[in-house]
Every structure is written in C-alpha cells, then in structure tokens.
C-alpha cells in the first residue's frame, strides 16, 4: 500500500528530478529528440519548479512505496488551473507513476486522492489533458467516468501536439 505525501520546497529537487525522468520514461521514444530537450530546457528548471510550488493554488503529492518515490500527481486551483481557472473545478495537471510501478494500481490510487480533494472542496468537477495518441491513459481515465469535451494543442519544442481535453462530474 502506497503512502500519498504532500511535496514542499525541500522536496524541489526530489521532484524535479523525478518529474523529469518520468516525462522522459514516457514520451523521449516517441518524440523527437530535439523536442523533447527544448521543452524540458521550460518544464524541467528549478525556477519553474519552485515557482510551482510556491503557488497557493497549486499542490504536489509524491505516491511513497518504502520510502521510494514510485509517482507523483500536481492538482491546480483556480487561477493556478492551465485552463477555464474555473473555481468550481480541480485540474489534474500531472499524474506519473514510474514505468517499474505499473499494475500495482498507483494511479488509480493518485486518481482517487485527487478526486476526493475535488469532493472535499465542494467543487463541480475535475478535469485534465491528455495526449491524443496516449490510448491507454484516456482508457484509464474513461474507465473512471471522465468523458472528452474539448482539446488544446500543446508544444513540445516545435511540435504541435493535441491533448484531448477530459472532465470527471463530482
């Protein structure tokens, strides 16, 4: 059973690192190289980092399995939120669980936490983006009673990509 942690400035690091090797386990083969290191040379700096964590609307939780990192999940409020900043929504704007953690249900675990921080805050609904070519988390997320209802294009480096735009009623 997975312990689920809240992240803070010291763990900035810890989650920079482990935020971006988890990107890498998952997209660097199917991406361009040159792509995949001009987005992270955005994403993955310890400005960014800690300027995240240091938003009031914004929450890191780290998915702990003997005292190891195994996945991580960012919820976003309000104007921390991507998109819509939608105060009757929570956004689920990253959820990783390493590749050598998949089928121990980490997150569908991750999930959960999440949607119950949506039901405790009394909000309408959880949403996030998911790439359109990752079939198997849209299944995922459409096993747990989210339904696509919009899309936005997101760029990795030069390319223009579609993430499927999914919503979970509370």
Do not use: C
């Amino acid at each position: 059973m997975i312990s689920i942690q809240k992240a803070g400035l010291a763990d900035a690091d810890k989650l920079l690192a482990y935020s971006k090797k988890t990107f890498y386990d998952f997209f660097a083969h199917l991406n361009d190289a040159a792509n995949m290191e001009a987005y992270a040379a955005i994403a993955f700096t310890n400005k960014k980092i800690l300027a995240e964590l240091t938003n009031p609307n914004s929450e890191f939780y780290f998915a702990m399995l003997d005292n190891e990192v195994v996945g991580y999940l960012k919820l976003n409020f309000n104007n921390a939120q991507t998109e819509f900043q939608d105060a009757n929504a929570i956004e689920v704007e990253r959820i990783y669980v390493s590749g050598e953690h998949h089928g121990k249900h980490i997150g569908q675990q991750l999930l959960n936490f999440a949607i119950q921080a949506g039901i405790s805050r009394q909000l309408q609904y959880v949403w996030l983006g998911v790439w359109e070519h990752n079939q198997k988390a849209i299944g995922f997320y459409e096993h747990n009673g989210f339904e696509i209802f919009s899309s936005h294009e997101f760029l990795l480096g030069s390319d223009k990509q579609t993430d499927l735009l999914m919503k979970k009623q509370l």
